[in-house]
DNA sequence: CCATGCAGTTAACAACTGTTCTCCGTAATT
DNA sequence: AATTACGGAGAACAGTTGTTAACTGCATGG
């Protein structure tokens, strides 16, 4: 399939991701409604005009950006929940791969949990799609475990977003932890890493004791 | 205490709350980083320096949005939560009382959702500051339980966080139900009060198996 | 009843915005 | 080798923004 793009497409390709990147530090201190198409191309170095070769509106950009933070994160939702082993193992490891997330990729937990309500429909609705697909993988991986017998599809549904939801509002946790100063860091994140598990233990009992 | 404010207190504070009517009509659809003060005065029809009468920015009049929007919630989360009964009973009565408040106030359930992660410090802080408030007063609330007899101080306010979390998400889900088109919007309501029902349900089964 | 205080107005400022049209250089195609 | 396609630059547009200053009218307190 993917013959070497000409030295063209590659160069296109390249500024479409330098605005891409600088629009995602821009963010970081405002919401897209307000993010300028001139503000995108001055931070870049490059003519306003040029903005309009890759995307019709910060709005279009926007969903560009949806795909870049959650569309590669499907495979590492599934082979998450499907991991063997022990359900307290299962939890911290889940856990864990949050807070290596939110570490490697700060800037996209804050764009999606900040643009999930935000003021722009075309992006709200990309960010629920994508998020409705999570819960509907995490739908199918509940439904092999046997733990799972006997479970209605929208008992299983309900689960699943309970989790999705629950793992956002951790991701978000663990970002305030990481912008909070640097002395306190380590001791917030161990917080949110100790409260989250619980909830997850909490919400684990639950679905064990679910056909009581 | 509240001697009857002269008349011109009084314009102020109509003016005042023009203002923050206004600006919560527009937030519907953008976020605050992007509402401009002289679009808030042109919407009052009032000179754009009045502005700065009452506020100093924006973001200062989101705050005062945030007060507006919770600051008068802590009564109602206390009675619903200590609401006697079958936990059945206070299930639905809690999600009823969710679905009512966002059918009243759908604005300002709108504006704390998008703004609780939006890209203005200080209301985010305004916004944090109160959900803690209200996970304390739950978690007051749920120490009186007797089901709650064992339970650390942690544990309690981890159930009380996760329980103000659910409320913010169910609220969000009957929000996005009454913007759809309005064919749709019973059945959207139906199933957003059996999913949000059952995940409460899930929930409480967890808190009744805490101490195994 | 008069002097003060203050909510709101008017006018002006430099700076910024999105969008259009025209142009340039060069990679890609023939 | 000649022609086309296209990413990007440049200049100009009308409209908007936040903020300042000096003002006006009227309710308030002495």
Known sequence: MSHTLGIRQAQKQKTRQ????????????QSLSSLGLREVTRAVGVAPTAFYRHFRSTADLGVALVEEAL?????????????TGDSEERIARAIELIAR?????PAHVRFIARE???GVQPVREAIRDQLARFAQEVKDELAKDPVSAGWTEDDLLMLAHLYVDQMLITA????????GPEREREERTRHVTQVATRQLRLIGLGRHHWLD
């Open 71 to 83: 569309g590669s994160l499907h495979p590492m939702i599934r082979t998450t929940v499907s991991t």
């Open 18 to 29: 330098a605005l891409l990147d600088a629009a995602l530090g821009l963010l970081e201190e």
């Open 101 to 105: 997330h939110v570490d490697g990729y």
């Open 116 to 118: 999930r309500h935000g």
């Open 172 to 179: 978000s946790l663990f970002l305030e932890a990481l912008e």
